[in-house]
């Protein structure tokens, strides 16, 4: 069993920041990939951004010069880095973990996920 829980989410003004944190237990490889997702109300799972073990990472348009990812393998923790937020990015984000040494945007080729964190930029 793999246990992936988000923290760091909340109420945030537009052009403020936030980091989310992903902690990672249970059987869970360094090898993994991990990704963000979010999920706005009434909008489809989204990809924000994923990184491999070895630090390549690959991010959504959207994210792009905005969002870092990080990891800190010792401590399987996954951090999100979002600045200059908008209302648009207000949406619950998701971590999420891949088995398969691929860096990918499919949500479905992610095996582990979260239960979410909601964050709100709003004025």
């Known amino acids: 069993q793999v246990q992936l829980v988000e923290s760091g989410g909340g109420l945030v003004q537009p052009g403020g920041s936030l980091r989310l944190s992903c902690a990672a237990s249970?059987?869970?490889?360094?090898?993994?990939?991990m990704g963000w997702f979010h999920q706005a109300p009434g909008k489809e799972l989204e990809f924000v951004g994923a990184?491999?073990?070895?630090?390549?990472?690959v991010y959504a348009d959207s994210a792009k010069g905005r969002f870092t990812i990080s990891r800190d393998g010792a401590r399987n923790t996954v951090l999100l880095q979002m600045n200059s937020l908008t209302p648009e990015d207000t949406a619950v984000y998701y971590c999420?973990?891949?088995?398969?040494?691929?860096?990918?945007?499919?949500?479905?080729?992610?095996?582990?996920w979260g239960q979410g964190t909601q964050v709100t930029v709003s004025s």
């Open positions: 999420a973990a891949d088995r398969a040494l691929q860096l990918s945007r499919m949500a479905g080729d992610y095996d582990e």
């Open positions: 249970g059987r869970i490889s360094r090898t993994y990939t």
């Open positions: 990184i491999t073990w070895n630090g390549d990472s």
